[in-house]
């Protein structure tokens, strides 16, 4: 098969990179001289024909990982071989980190979690294997030979993703590459050609031998990608997301005869865009804000209770009540399944099942100790209970947004005001265990967290009282529960 030529352009783009990057041509004199082929391969490849550039760098070489791990001792700063059972030895040098992998050709074998490596010989049969055409480009090193025997180039040109041999063969020596289609499509706002999308349709069940890890992995670059609404979109479309994330898809509800409530799915969608739009709030320093995968996940799940507690009214009406509770513990079992930390399950769980607390505030009715509890009950995820809050609103209504706007900035100022006097952020009862113990009388117990419990309402309905009034108080307590 014959070899894409670069334009002017592009192959000045590859020439500048490997002068930009003395360690590429170095790794390639070093195999060089050993007798061993090596490439720039993959993510590298593509991105610097794309204009951007990194500092991880992946590489596909002749060697075995023996041989790559003879090469490179005495020159790499840190060598690691957890992945030299898939032919990967991974190093470090200076700031650039580097992965080796040796000619392979991978697929599952039946009812496998885990792909059955067989290393290959040529560099051409590597990259037939490879999941896409734009990820199917090398650099031979150290000369610098631009290697594209597949179409990387034009499909390039055309943001399009195709896989270098079917479809269907490439999902079925990893089915992860289905949902790989879903990530670039959000982080490169390339398409999915035809031939692949009907791929991933009929083949969606494969999905199911892929582990729960890898799958949590693709999802989480897909949401922080820079549009991850369109490559969820291709999940819901081609049926995936009915095996990964069902809830997605179930928030398309029928509407009802009145149209009397919203797309369900389509506001999860704008409101993951509008939080999108809200990060820089999280962000203390320069530069473009970070994606944040609690407040993306929370934005895209807010509304995932809503199907299990639809009612229809008399009169035509849809309520959902409590469908941030239910939406919640849904959300909590979702992210259990794909493997979540408990800390990042935590934090998406607080904020889905905090969402609508903001709209019991009226026109600003909340008493001072109601706002104490917002934010004890936010907790550290205040900042982005904020930015859900707000993205909240997708309402069309001009005057109802305005209005929800102004309610929200009234709200945030009284938690300024209130936390500049109080230190809201570390709200405690004015005694602590110790001093609960010493007034009572009481040794570690029960009663000393009842008392703990009483004094913390007390402080959220009445504010800071000093440990005078606290002791009066606690005393009293004391005397009429005893």
Known sequence: MSTTVPTPEQQGRVDALLADVPVLARVGELFAAAGHEIALVGGPVRDALLGRTGNDWDFTTSATPDQVEQVVAGWADALWDVGREFGTIALRKGDDQLEITTYRTDAYEAGSRKPAVAFGRTLSGDLSRRDFAVNAMAVRLPGGEFVDEFGGLADLADRVLRTPVTAQQSFDDDPLRMMRAARFVAQLGFTAAPEVV??????????????????RDELDKLVCGADPVAGLRLLVESGLADRMLPELPALRLERDEHHRHKDVYEHSLIVLEQAIALEGRLESGDGPPRPDLVIRLAALLHDIGKPRTRRFQPGGTVTFHHHDVVGAKLTRKR???????????????????????????????????????YVRDAGDQLERLHILTRADCTTRN??????????????EERIAVLAEAEELGAIRPDLDGNQIMEVLGVPPGREVGAAYQFLLDLRMDRGPLGEEQATEALRAWWAARS
């Open 198 to 215: 009907a791929a991933m349709t009929a083949m969606a069940d494969r999905l199911a031998i892929v582990s729960a890890e890898r799958i």
């Open 398 to 411: 001009a005057r109802k947004a305005a209005r929800l706007q102004r309610t929200y900035d009234e709200l």
């Open 335 to 373: 992210m259990k399944a794909l493997r979540y930390s408990n800390d990042v399950t935590d934090a998406v769980c607080r904020l889905v099942e905090l969402h609508l607390r903001f709209h019991g505030y009226g026109s600003g009715e909340w008493t001072d100790a109601a706002v104490r509890r």
